[in-house]
């Protein structure tokens, strides 16, 4: 299990497609966080009119157009839906035909982390 953080156009998805050339699809799984975004009025927001905009304080119109949705906040992300994901994933791998290390692996309620 790989877990990659990091913010918006950090390079994560450039990375995963690399693992994914790397790697067959057989044995490659992905769990998303771009899934698991809670509706944009349960995510943290910021004050765009006090931001240090380079542009002479005036509110970028793209910015604009999304609103103050801070996308980018870990508290926007559903982490039980993403660890719900994760650990039926692993047991879809203890259950299948082919012999695997996650057959014999214990997951308890505290075995997962999630670092951001």
Not at 45 to 74: C, K, M, Q, S, Y
Request: aromatic letters at 8%; one cysteine or more.
């Amino acid at each position: 299990i790989i877990g990659l953080v990091g913010p918006t156009a950090s390079g994560k998805s450039t990375l995963l497609t690399g693992l994914h050339s790397r790697f067959s699809s057989s044995s490659l799984d992905v769990v998303s966080c771009d899934n698991h975004f809670f509706p944009p009025d349960k995510c943290p927001t910021f004050d765009l009119a006090n931001l240090p905009w380079p542009n002479g304080g005036t509110i970028p119109e793209a910015f604009a157009r999304r609103g103050n949705v801070d996308f980018n906040h870990p508290d926007s992300i559903d982490w039980h839906a993403v660890r719900g994901d994760i650990l039926s994933k692993i047991d879809s791998l203890r259950n299948c035909e082919e012999e695997t290390d996650f057959k014999n692996i214990d997951l308890g309620l505290d075995a997962f982390a999630v670092v951001v």
